[in-house]
């Protein structure tokens, strides 16, 4: 019997029909790094794609507003409201090899009324960045927890809660507000739009290490572009709802979530499937056969499609 190897064990034939039990799995060997995302009480899980080995990467907190992780894996970032009474927020950078705090300081949200804060580390590990609430806009920090920029209007309008902030190599940023994805250089002082976008429903940008390709969310899809906003094209299809696409380490795959479906007001859960970034489309769907090249992750041990829940992904 032939064996494929992809997460130790990948499992195709199940008994029964349920949802996915048809995906295709053709598994690629250069596979690196983990997959991060949160799982109902769980905590924050992590695979590692060439073991296929599940672990609790960070235990559940229910104080915990996000959390990240440097794209060289060298540091975490966590936040977490300090308590219920105010709006404060501990950051928390350590080390990822042995948990040393390297440092820690608590954040008062400026225009204050907000304890559900989190931030991003700039890809040389010096700043973080931080999106929106209802009452503060984009708010850049330096390591130490100093102010190093506050972006509270953009054209004389607040940026939205929920709009985007990503950054790229040379800590220069990505940001969304309204139909707008903008590009943002050192010192983030002007800015240049990169797309308008003529979607009801958009967003969840990421980018890959290299800052050429973007992927987001659209219209219950997946999209890819390069960072000057052409050759956008739509790369997942299904009969239901694709989201938070995550760029492998090298570029090379999307990490996104399928079948996204919406559990209560402030939650939902997806399945984790992989499909190459090459700018062609691929069939995600939970039911029909998928395309050629797409990834169901299956953990070892595990006989069906791992979920996910609340936050993000990364890949790591």
Same mark, same amino acid.
């Given at each position: 019997?032939?064996?494929?190897?992809? +997460?130790?064990?990948?499992? +195709?034939?199940?008994?029964?029909?349920?949802?996915?039990?048809?995906?295709?799995?053709?598994?690629?060997?250069?596979?690196?790094?983990? *997959?991060?995302?949160?799982? =109902?009480?769980?905590?924050?899980?992590?695979?590692?794609?060439?073991?296929?080995?599940?672990?609790?990467?960070?235990?559940?907190?229910?104080?915990?507003?996000?959390?990240?992780?440097?794209?060289?894996?060298?540091?975490?970032?966590?936040?977490?409201?300090?308590?219920?009474?105010?709006?404060?927020?501990?950051?928390?950078?350590?080390?990822?090899?042995?948990?040393?705090?390297?440092?820690?300081?608590?954040?008062?949200?400026?225009?204050?009324?907000?304890?559900?804060?989190?931030?991003? +580390?700039?890809?040389?590990?010096?700043?973080?960045?931080?999106?929106?609430?209802?009452?503060?806009?984009?708010?850049?920090?330096?390591?130490?927890?100093?102010?190093?920029?506050?972006?509270? =209007?953009?054209?004389?309008?607040?940026?939205?809660?929920?709009?985007?902030?990503?950054?790229? !190599?040379?800590?220069?940023?990505?940001?969304?507000?309204?139909?707008s994805i903008i590009r943002l250089d050192p010192p983030y002082t002007n800015g240049k739009l990169i797309k308008e976008m003529n979607?009801?429903?958009?967003?969840?940008?990421?980018?890959?290490?290299?800052?050429?390709?973007?992927? +987001?969310? =659209?219209?219950?899809?997946?999209?890819?572009?390069?960072?000057?906003?052409?050759?956008?094209?739509?790369?997942?299809?299904?009969?239901?709802?694709?989201?938070?696409?995550?760029?492998?380490p090298d570029g090379n795959y999307l990490l996104v979530g399928t079948d996204y479906t919406t559990t209560?007001? *402030?939650?939902?859960?997806?399945? *984790?499937?992989?499909?190459?970034?090459?700018?062609?489309?691929?069939?995600?769907?939970?039911?029909?056969?998928?395309? !050629?090249?797409?990834?169901?992750?299956?953990?070892?041990?595990?006989?069906?499609?791992?979920? =996910?829940?609340?936050?993000?992904?990364?890949?790591?």
């Amino acid at each position: 019997m032939k064996v494929i190897h992809f +997460l130790s064990v990948l499992v +195709l034939f199940f008994i029964g029909c349920s949802k996915d039990d048809r995906s295709e799995n053709i598994i690629p060997s250069n596979l690196k790094g983990s *997959l991060y995302f949160d799982w =109902a009480d769980e905590g924050t899980l992590s695979i590692n794609t060439e073991t296929g080995v599940k672990s609790v990467f960070l235990p559940s907190d229910s104080k915990r507003n996000g959390w990240d992780i440097s794209r060289d894996k060298e540091l975490v970032l966590t936040a977490n409201k300090t308590n219920v009474w105010n709006e404060n927020i501990t950051f928390v950078i350590s080390r990822m090899s042995t948990g040393e705090i390297i440092n820690q300081f608590d954040y008062t949200p400026l225009n204050g009324g907000s304890g559900f804060h989190s931030g991003i +580390l700039s890809p040389d590990n010096k700043l973080i960045a931080i999106a929106p609430t209802f009452e503060a806009g984009f708010v850049l920090l330096n390591r130490d927890g100093s102010l190093l920029g506050h972006i509270d =209007a953009i054209n004389g309008e607040k940026p939205k809660r929920g709009s985007a902030i990503v950054w790229l !190599p040379g800590n220069s940023l990505i940001i969304t507000h309204k139909s707008s994805i903008i590009r943002l250089d050192p010192p983030y002082t002007n800015g240049k739009l990169i797309k308008e976008m003529n979607f009801e429903d958009w967003g969840r940008i990421t980018v890959n290490a290299a800052g050429t390709k973007i992927a +987001l969310s =659209a219209n219950n899809h997946i999209y890819m572009m390069d960072i000057d906003g052409n050759n956008f094209v739509q790369v997942t299809e299904s009969n239901d709802r694709e989201v938070l696409p995550e760029f492998s380490p090298d570029g090379n795959y999307l990490l996104v979530g399928t079948d996204y479906t919406t559990t209560s007001s *402030l939650s939902a859960i997806w399945r *984790l499937k992989i499909i190459p970034a090459d700018g062609n489309k691929y069939n995600v769907d939970p039911i029909t056969e998928n395309s !050629p090249g797409v990834i169901p992750v299956i953990a070892h041990g595990d006989e069906v499609i791992q979920t =996910a829940s609340n936050r993000g992904m990364l890949w790591r």
